[in-house]
């Protein structure tokens, strides 16, 4: 079954103790109730730096990445619909979702 890596970009972080102790509960029970789909729950990142070929960058990153997690789906449609009720956009986040090309062994 393909595989879904999808990041988290923007948001605003909870301002509260309380909100931050509800904001994990929510992603707990949206975790969970994403059963054997979730095949990664994933890592947040921290300060993310542009590299190229000239070396790295003092330009900040257009898009900076603030997490990823990795799900299976039976396709990108299905992977989409399984992300619909995130909780990274109660706080105005945004995520990007790619498929993972299954590489030859």
């Known amino acids: 079954m393909p595989q879904f890596i999808f990041t988290y970009h923007g948001g605003k972080p909870p301002e509260t103790p309380e909100e931050g102790q509800k904001s994990m509960e929510e992603w707990k029970a949206w975790a969970t109730g994403l059963g054997a789909a ?12 542009v590299l190229t070929k000239d070396g790295v960058s003092t ?28 909780p990274h956009f109660k706080y105005e986040g945004t995520l990007e979702v790619s498929e993972m090309m299954q590489m030859p062994s």
């Open 38 to 49: 979730l095949v990664n729950p994933g890592t947040p990142v921290g300060v993310t730096k």
């Open 59 to 86: 330009e900040a990153s257009v898009h900076p990445i603030m997490g990823f997690s990795i799900l299976e789906a039976e396709s990108m449609d299905a992977a989409l619909n399984l992300l619909m009720d995130c």
